[in-house]
């Protein structure tokens, strides 16, 4: 149940804690970032309220289920999504009044076209297991990294999506944002490379 207070508590406020980045980091990329973070943690918080409701051992009378927290925490997710919804258009309506409109304007057609078209990349998911590194590392280099004109913002989703585990945890002391991406790879990779298996790097 603690958990799942302090993944309300993270949903709740989600967007407020990207407003405290200040203005000079709330990029178009840190902005699509934390909402994919912001939907992973409504569908962890999604599936550990069933998870609460079937349990025998939880109390049904205990504040979270008295007070419909699920329902609560529902609107905030949706509140927040809204909110950054209404940024990403606020960010993108400023950078097309900077400079050369029509280039930027094509940069944002290019990388919202790429979105649009990608499939859906099904790697599976990497809990650390040293067994299977090698399998996870080579495909996503091959799907994701090696994919032309694949926006960096992208690959670092598409990398906090199927990373599981400790190195899930390592990664998320990376900040948000494509730029960020080389870094975020080059902390699995340290990672994963031991003394041991020096060549799977």
Known sequence: MEAQLKRAGLISRSFENFGKLGRGLMTMGACLSRMEQL?????????????LEESEDV?????????????????????????????LLKVKK??????????????????????????????????GDIQDWVRF????????????NLPAIFKMNYLRT??????????????????????????LLSLMTTSDYSSIS
């Open 94 to 127: 400023e950078t097309l009044q900077i400079g050369a409109q029509p280039k930027v304007d094509e940069s944002i057609a290019e990388m919202d076209f790429n979105r649009a078209k990608l499939p859906a990349i099904v790697i599976g998911d990497f809990s």
């Open 59 to 87: 109390d049904k009378k205990d504040d979270y289920f008295v007070q419909d927290q699920y329902s609560i925490v529902y609107e905030a997710f949706l509140t927040n999504l809204g909110l950054y919804q209404d940024h």
């Open 137 to 148: 590392r080579d495909t996503f280099k091959e799907m994701v990294i090696e994919r032309p």
């Open 39 to 51: 939907k992973k943690r409504w569908e962890e918080f999604e599936k550990n309220h069933e998870t």
């Open 162 to 187: 199927y990373v599981k585990g400790e190195a899930e945890e390592l990664l998320r002391e990376v900040p948000s944002g494509g730029e960020h991406f080389p870094t975020a790879w080059k902390v």
